[in-house]
């Protein structure tokens, strides 16, 4: 059983508002990663860190900004929602990076 | 520059028939490979994994096959259950490398009839 979580489950927000989508792991795992993910769309690597004060950004360009402040913690922000922003964010951690990776539930986003 | 490929988008399967779904990829230094399962507004679900050192690997009723010469993965699932309708991810790592990331492939929504 996964031990990561993240918070909203859904969130439905008017363009312009600044949110922030929490991840917590309890694993101790140092990799953390947000995907993101379209309604029959694979799943695009946005942002990832391999420890405290380490992020790069992902394969697919995005207008989010991530923190590393702690091992258990990876918040994701976005400074000013815009309906392009409407999508379901994903995070997940991995011990090695090269071993399994465990996901969240997800956070649906929708920008109106 | 898509590096992991599903080229099924979906696939229908009488329950008790094996479900095989297929995955290509174009970059060798790809070391470890994972199935993932996915309902709608939910988390992916790990299901098996290969590393790149071996050519296949079974747990219970799934098997992954791994083909490096052909850069081609793929997952049995015998027999098929009805609750094994989802949308199945492949995606591959590389750790080893240095980079530590995961590419997914667009996924295969298996149906699977009563």
């Known amino acids: 059983e996964a031990d990561i979580y993240q918070t909203p489950r859904y969130l439905v927000i008017g363009t312009g508002k600044k949110i922030t989508l929490e991840c917590s792991q309890t694993m101790g795992h140092d990799k953390m990663y947000w995907y993101q993910q379209d309604p029959g769309m694979e799943l695009h690597l946005i942002h990832y860190s391999y420890g405290v004060n380490s992020t790069e950004k992902g394969d697919l360009s995005s207008e989010s900004t991530v923190s590393r402040i702690r091992t258990e913690h990876f918040p994701l922000t976005l400074e000013s929602a815009r309906p392009s922003h409407t999508s379901q964010y994903l995070c997940?951690?991995?011990?090695?990076?090269?071993?399994?990776?465990?996901f969240g539930e997800g956070s649906r986003l929708t920008v109106l | 520059d898509q590096q992991v490929k599903q080229n099924s988008p979906s696939l229908s399967v009488q329950e008790g028939r094996i479900s095989i779904l297929n995955c290509d990829y174009t970059?060798?230094?790809?070391?470890?490979f994972l199935w993932y399962k996915k309902y709608p507004a939910e988390g992916p679900t790990f299901l098996i994994s290969i590393s790149s050192i071996k050519d296949k690997n079974e747990d219970g009723r799934f098997t992954v096959f791994l083909n490096k010469s052909a850069k081609h993965l793929s997952l049995h699932i015998v027999p098929s259950q009805p609750g094994d309708s989802a949308v199945y991810f492949c995606a591959a790592s590389l750790g080893t490398s240095g980079t530590y990331k995961y590419i997914f492939g667009t996924g295969t929504r298996l149906k699977v009839l009563a």
């Open positions: 970059n060798s230094m790809f070391d470890y």
């Open positions: 997940a951690s991995s011990r090695s990076g090269t071993g399994e990776l465990f």
